[in-house]
């Protein structure tokens, strides 16, 4: 049980810390958008306890809760907070794709246009074919409350090169290999969904042939990457 205390609070110090990173990259407003981890070798994940301030965010106050979003028994938890409303669809990506060690929302303004109207982002930038291996898809329209959200994600994401989904009407998830990947995939989400919106400004942004985006992805991921 020590061990995994130690995991848990090393864990919850940097789900905190992540959060900060959404709002200083302005992706986020209010006590809106989550950050999870998985916890390793356990069915847990941590995730931001729901209506908190990001300004009063403790690794105290990170929720631990079970792979179905049931918040945890033990000595590490308060009861007296709730896990974020968006706990179910990030606890049904984790069950669904164990390669997943971190998972975040936000309702950053230009990826969520995007999502409003329905549209996936266009691959037109050499920092898509890094990062995102192609477009950036759009997820079917889901309510929170249960997993469809979460199936949605997974049923998108499982058939792309890419670690962010629009979902329709609602606002970009993303998912990484830890909650730091996941991190990045949101700030460069909202990176490319503003530069391509005001490259379509100026005029229709050039496509990028689909072998070219297979070789940028590749190296960036198997060999920049590393």
């Known amino acids: 049980?020590?061990?995994?205390?130690?995991?848990?609070?090393?864990?919850?110090?940097?789900?905190?810390?992540?959060?900060?990173?959404?709002?200083?990259?302005?992706?986020?407003?209010?006590?809106?958008?989550?950050?999870?981890?998985?916890?390793p070798g356990h069915d847990l994940m941590v995730i931001k306890p729901?209506?908190?301030?990001?300004?009063?965010?403790?690794?105290?106050?990170?929720?631990?809760?079970?792979l179905y979003g049931i918040p945890a028994d033990g000595e590490w938890e308060n009861p007296a907070l709730t896990p974020s409303s968006d706990t179910a669809a990030?606890?049904?990506?984790?069950r669904h794709m164990p390669e997943v060690g971190g998972v975040v929302h936000t309702h950053s303004t230009y990826a969520t246009a995007?999502?409003?109207?329905?549209?996936?982002?266009?691959?037109?930038?050499t920092m898509m074919g890094d990062e995102f291996g192609g477009t950036i898809p759009v997820g079917p329209f889901a309510?929170?409350?249960?997993?469809?959200?979460?199936?949605?994600i997974v049923e998108t994401?499982?058939?792309?090169?890419?670690?962010?989904?629009?979902?329709?009407n609602h606002g970009p998830?993303?998912?990484?290999?830890?909650?730091?990947?996941?991190?990045?995939?949101?700030?460069?989400?909202?990176?490319?969904?503003r530069t391509v919106h005001i490259a379509r400004q100026l005029g229709e942004p050039l496509p990028?042939?689909?072998?070219?985006?297979?070789s940028l992805y590749d190296r960036y991921q198997n060999v920049y990457g590393r």
């Open 208 to 214: 990028i042939d689909p072998d070219k985006i297979e």
């Open 157 to 168: 994401l499982q058939a792309s090169h890419s670690p962010a989904v629009l979902m329709q």
């Open 50 to 66: 729901s209506g908190v301030s990001y300004a009063d965010l403790t690794p105290e106050s990170m929720v631990v809760t079970d």
């Open 173 to 193: 998830f993303t998912i990484g290999k830890d909650a730091r990947s996941a991190v990045k995939a949101a700030v460069m989400c909202e990176e490319v969904a």
């Open 114 to 125: 995007w999502a409003a109207r329905g549209e996936a982002i266009p691959c037109v930038l």
């Open 1 to 39: 049980m020590s061990a995994l205390l130690d995991t848990l609070a090393g864990i919850r110090a940097e789900v905190c810390a992540l959060h900060a990173e959404l709002t200083r990259y302005e992706l986020v407003v209010w006590t809106a958008g989550n950050v999870s981890a998985r916890v």
């Open 143 to 152: 309510l929170i409350g249960d997993d469809s959200i979460g199936r949605g």
């Open 90 to 94: 990030h606890a049904y990506v984790y």
